[in-house]
């Protein structure tokens, strides 16, 4: 159910530590330094720097200064961030189960400590959280880029890219992409996957927002109440995306269909309407037979071989104009059918 974690230590030590210091920068021609901090002191050593940092695979560490501290001791914070089911040696496809997410933590502080980092993971702070449901859909992605697009979540700005959406404001993101695109870019195994599946990801990004939403201000209190991350989960996907009616889909589809409109419009001139009409129909034709059964029906009606030649070239330019002018991802279903499969699939995950 979780994905990305990223934790705050809120007690902390750091000895013998295995970071990467960032160097402060300096001017060359004044000789002044800018960004430099201490961050951290071990026995007699002080460290100073930007900031430093461990990256390990799924594992980021990072420690910065703390800019509003004052006084002469160093004053920094620690984060650490890792994928729960990578890091707990499963595929990031498939969600992890309690003990799983517990493992993975009991991992996180056992890597921290390897790098000379004690703490107890359990106080630590999440200050972002993503959980994420997926959906194994019957047609590929590009048939539900429609009435994803036209999905507005309550306050969120949307952002809309080649394999995916995105809704976002200050404190939550909701992410909406193809998976499989996604794994194969990353050059991942994508063997045992279904065939087009597609990941809902809620993102909690500051702390705040984890501790209103999930009551969770520690890793202790997100382990007691783990079994509430997926009542967030579904009930913020229903009031965010899913929250409409078949006529509601349909009232929002009209946004659709003036774009289609206004493509033939732009395509055909004055005679769009009737190009519109007579591909429309074509369309829908298609839909419930195939065109070598309808071309089949029109020689055995049509005795006249020049008529049935004007004919069947007639259909191919006919089809050819309608593949060539519509949408790639147009699918043969509904966007209220299609609408309502994802809902149900998600909300019952």
Same mark, same amino acid.
């Given at each position: 159910m979780i994905?990305?974690?990223?934790?705050?230590?809120t007690d902390y030590e750091i000895k013998g530590a295995q970071l990467q210091l960032k160097p402060a920068t300096i001017d060359t021609a004044s000789g002044q330094i800018h960004g430099e901090h201490l961050l951290w002191s071990d026995g007699d050593r002080q460290f100073q720097g930007? !900031? =430093?940092?461990? /990256?390990? *695979?799924?594992?980021n560490v990072q420690v910065k200064p703390d800019r509003n501290a004052t006084g002469t001791e160093p004053k920094s914070y620690?984060?650490?961030?890792? %994928?729960?089911? #990578?890091?707990? +040696?499963?595929?990031?496809?498939?969600?992890?189960?309690?003990? +799983?997410? #517990?493992?993975?933590?009991?991992? =996180?502080e056992k890597q921290l400590r390897e790098i000379g980092i004690r703490t107890n993971i359990e106080t630590a702070k999440p200050c972002r959280m993503d959980s994420f449901g997926n959906v194994a859909a019957d047609e590929?992605?590009?048939?539900?880029?429609? /009435?994803? +697009?036209?999905?507005? *979540?309550?306050?969120?700005?949307?952002?809309? !890219? %080649?394999?995916?959406? $995105?809704?976002?404001?200050?404190?939550? %993101?909701?992410?909406?992409?193809?998976?499989?695109?996604?794994?194969?870019? &990353? #050059?991942?195994?994508? &063997?045992? $996957?279904?065939?087009?599946?597609i990941r809902f990801e809620l993102r909690a990004m500051q702390a705040r927002k984890i501790r209103t939403a999930y009551g969770f201000a520690t890793v202790a209190d997100l382990l007691e109440g783990y079994d509430h991350i997926r009542a967030v989960y579904q009930r913020t996907m229903k009031k965010q995306?899913?929250?409409?009616? *078949?006529?509601e889909i349909e009232v929002i589809s009209a946004h659709d269909l003036q774009t %289609?409109?206004? $493509? !033939?419009?732009?395509?055909?001139?004055?005679n769009w309407l009737? #190009?519109?009409l007579s591909?429309?129909?074509?369309?829908?034709?298609?839909?419930?037979?195939?065109?070598?059964?309808?071309v089949g029906v029109l020689e055995s009606m049509e005795q006249n071989k020049s008529k049935r030649s004007r004919m069947k070239k007639s259909l191919k330019e006919a089809q050819f104009s309608s593949e060539a002018i519509k949408p790639a991802w147009a699918s043969k279903r509904t966007n209220i059918e299609l609408y309502n499969e994802l809902q149900e699939k998600l909300l019952a995950a």
């Amino acid at each position: 159910m979780i994905d990305t974690m990223q934790l705050l230590l809120t007690d902390y030590e750091i000895k013998g530590a295995q970071l990467q210091l960032k160097p402060a920068t300096i001017d060359t021609a004044s000789g002044q330094i800018h960004g430099e901090h201490l961050l951290w002191s071990d026995g007699d050593r002080q460290f100073q720097g930007s !900031y =430093a940092f461990h /990256i390990d *695979g799924h594992f980021n560490v990072q420690v910065k200064p703390d800019r509003n501290a004052t006084g002469t001791e160093p004053k920094s914070y620690c984060t650490a961030r890792f %994928e729960v089911p #990578k890091f707990s +040696g499963g595929h990031n496809y498939h969600p992890v189960d309690f003990q +799983g997410t #517990k493992d993975a933590f009991q991992r =996180a502080e056992k890597q921290l400590r390897e790098i000379g980092i004690r703490t107890n993971i359990e106080t630590a702070k999440p200050c972002r959280m993503d959980s994420f449901g997926n959906v194994a859909a019957d047609e590929p992605y590009a048939c539900y880029r429609g /009435i994803l +697009g036209m999905l507005h *979540g309550s306050r969120m700005k949307q952002r809309g !890219y %080649e394999d995916g959406f $995105l809704w976002e404001n200050q404190s939550q %993101e909701i992410c909406a992409y193809d998976k499989k695109h996604q794994l194969l870019v &990353k #050059k991942q195994n994508v &063997k045992g $996957l279904p065939k087009h599946p597609i990941r809902f990801e809620l993102r909690a990004m500051q702390a705040r927002k984890i501790r209103t939403a999930y009551g969770f201000a520690t890793v202790a209190d997100l382990l007691e109440g783990y079994d509430h991350i997926r009542a967030v989960y579904q009930r913020t996907m229903k009031k965010q995306l899913f929250r409409y009616s *078949g006529p509601e889909i349909e009232v929002i589809s009209a946004h659709d269909l003036q774009t %289609e409109c206004m $493509l !033939y419009a732009d395509n055909y001139g004055r005679n769009w309407l009737q #190009k519109y009409l007579s591909h429309r129909g074509l369309t829908d034709l298609l839909r419930v037979t195939n065109m070598d059964t309808f071309v089949g029906v029109l020689e055995s009606m049509e005795q006249n071989k020049s008529k049935r030649s004007r004919m069947k070239k007639s259909l191919k330019e006919a089809q050819f104009s309608s593949e060539a002018i519509k949408p790639a991802w147009a699918s043969k279903r509904t966007n209220i059918e299609l609408y309502n499969e994802l809902q149900e699939k998600l909300l019952a995950a």
